[in-house]
């Protein structure tokens, strides 16, 4: 199956938007897109293909999206299996954990 | 232009891959007269003066010898750097992480490190460095390309390139330099990273020695010499530091590193890390799992390292559950796989309940034992969550009402 609509791979989800406008583009690194680090794996959700494109939102809330070009694209992780998304574009949001200091934080791996 | 490999030549693809393999995870200390040549051969090409250079035993300590050093004045390094060299020489790493890492606190040194890398960063290190490493792998890089069609290059470095960088690069050189990090603060720079760079040997060799590119490749026969010959390097204008290569490396089956009884990776000076399956966590987990404490366990923040933590806790989960004091307060099953999704709660007379979201990894992995699994996290969600679906579509940044439209969860 390729995702059109929303899709999850470990503490990534992708869920299809309209792209807004005041965004910053986020350049890529040797053609990957990295969406979410492994702190203590050095395994990384990530794109490897040069037809998706990832943007931040200017408003300072950090949201977050990536915009697939073209053809569909492979969102790769170690851990878990790929999953293709076809063209479009997606919000990105990175899993939350409840904290000690009773607020939720960004889960990190 | 090489559009085609013969059947003779993709055959030498396995060769390739076991040598460079075994190079990039080797633990055998380093050739340094041979390593030696090879770094002043580098500078020669960078067109650079030849260096003196300073062995250290591990990255860890080079690092701390040049944070050490740069604090010196000018006008006492060369000096200091003879001094290092024929009195201290190979034990300068040993002694600098000893002294220091007894008297400095962690906070100090991380402000001492701030302020003098910033220094280092602006004067040389960028432009040796890219004079080193760029000027003889460029050259070569785009020499190879000249001569290489798009999809023979692609062969070449799909079968022998990825699989040397995924025994080595993604397991051992990734863990080496987080590790590193870990232990100097938030700072790293690159550097060449000698043996754990063995892919690109094996990539460029190929080209050389099977297909004759020999004068493409010529530039970079140092570079394929110091990556066999040591660790990481860090050149500087004048002097190099070099590392010896680690001493100890266990891997589990998949190439991860992995050791549930001792460190995973060690060098000579003792600058070692513990991991399990690839994820690094502290010492003791793995050598005094008995100090392994509910506490420690609800303060753990990654979910990785919690996730060993608890598995390693007496008897693994269920003790974990009971000595916390948890409740199961609701069960669903996951919307696309079926698997269970069971939501904890422990009550505390002095704060917020804790309440937590066990769930098992929809990708099944592999365990000690060899058969394959769904791993189990447990995510701490809001206190207020009462509802299994919700908690995951919570911890998801979703509503129930969009989480239910998921159509893959891996």
Redesign the interface.
């Known amino acids: 199956?390729i995702?059109?609509?929303?899709?999850?791979?470990?503490?990534v989800?992708l869920?299809r938007v309209e792209l807004p406008s005041d965004l910053d583009i986020k350049e890529s690194q040797d053609n990957k897109t990295i969406l979410a680090f492994?702190?203590?794996?050095?395994?990384h959700h990530r794109f490897e293909t040069n037809n998706v494109k990832m943007f931040v939102a200017k408003d300072g809330s950090g949201k977050t999206y990536v915009l697939i070009t073209d053809y569909p694209a492979e969102l790769k992780h170690?851990?878990?299996?790929?999953?293709r998304f076809q063209p479009g574009a997606y919000e990105v949001?990175?899993?939350?954990?409840?904290?000690?200091q009773?607020e939720?934080?960004r889960?990190?791996? | 232009m090489i559009n085609e490999l013969t059947k003779e030549q993709i055959a030498k693809f396995p060769e390739y891959v076991d040598k460079w393999t075994k190079i990039g995870l080797s633990t055998e200390p380093a050739d340094r007269p041979r390593a030696e040549i090879a770094i002043k051969k580098m500078y020669e090409v960078a067109k650079l003066k030849e260096p003196k250079i300073v062995w250290c035993d591990s990255p860890c300590s080079a690092y701390f010898t040049i944070l050490i050093i740069e604090k010196l004045s000018k006008e006492k390094l060369d000096s200091i750097f003879d001094s290092v060299r024929t009195s201290v020489g190979a034990s300068v790493g040993d002694s600098v992480m000893a002294s220091v890492g007894d008297s400095v606190g962690a906070s100090i040194w991380a402000t001492v490190i701030d302020s003098v890398w910033a220094s280092v960063c602006a004067s040389v290190l960028d432009y040796v460095r890219a004079s080193v490493g760029a000027s003889v792998m460029d050259s070569v890089g785009s020499s190879v390309m000249a001569s290489v069609g798009d999809s023979v290059r692609t062969s070449v470095m799909d079968s022998v390139g990825s699989s040397v960088m995924a025994s080595v690069g993604?397991s051992v050189r990734?863990?080496v330099r987080?590790s590193v990090r870990d232990s100097v603060s938030k700072i790293y720079h690159n550097c060449i990273e000698g043996s754990h760079l063995s892919y690109l040997s094996a990539f460029y060799l190929f080209f050389r020695n099977e297909c004759s590119l020999i004068s493409e490749t010529e530039k970079g026969l140092p570079f394929f010499e110091l990556t066999e010959s040591c660790g990481w390097i860090f050149p500087y204008e004048n002097i190099c530091f070099a590392s010896e290569r680690h001493n100890v490396l266990n891997r589990d089956t998949q190439g991860r590193l992995h050791s549930e009884t001792t460190a995973a990776i060690e060098y000579p000076d003792g600058f070692k890390k513990y991991a399990i399956h690839?994820?690094?966590?502290p010492e003791y987990v793995v050598l005094n799992p008995e100090k392994i404490t509910v506490e420690l366990i609800?303060?753990e923040?990654?979910?990785?390292?919690k996730r060993i933590m608890i598995a390693r806790y007496k008897e693994g989960v269920k003790s974990y559950m009971f000595d916390s004091g948890s409740v199961l307060i609701d069960e669903k099953k996951d919307i696309h796989s079926g698997l269970p999704i069971k939501l904890w709660r422990k009550d505390r007379f002095d704060d917020?309940p804790i309440?937590m979201v066990e769930m098992l990894?929809?990708?099944k992995?592999q365990d000690d034992q060899g058969n394959w699994i769904h791993k189990p996290y447990y995510?701490?969600?809001?206190?207020d969550i009462t509802d299994a679906l919700y908690a995951i579509a919570?911890?998801?940044?979703?509503t129930v009402e969009?989480y239910v439209?998921?159509?893959?969860?891996?």
């Open positions: 199956m995702v059109d609509l929303a899709a999850h791979q470990g503490d989800y869920k492994g702190e203590k794996t050095g395994h170690e851990e878990h299996e790929s999953i949001f990175i899993a939350r954990q409840w904290s000690d009773n939720p934080i889960v990190l791996d | 993604d990734t863990s987080d690839g994820v690094r966590i609800e303060k923040e990654n979910v990785e390292v917020n309440v990894n929809k990708t992995e995510i701490r969600v809001k206190p919570w911890h998801h940044n979703q969009d439209k998921t159509q893959i969860g891996t």
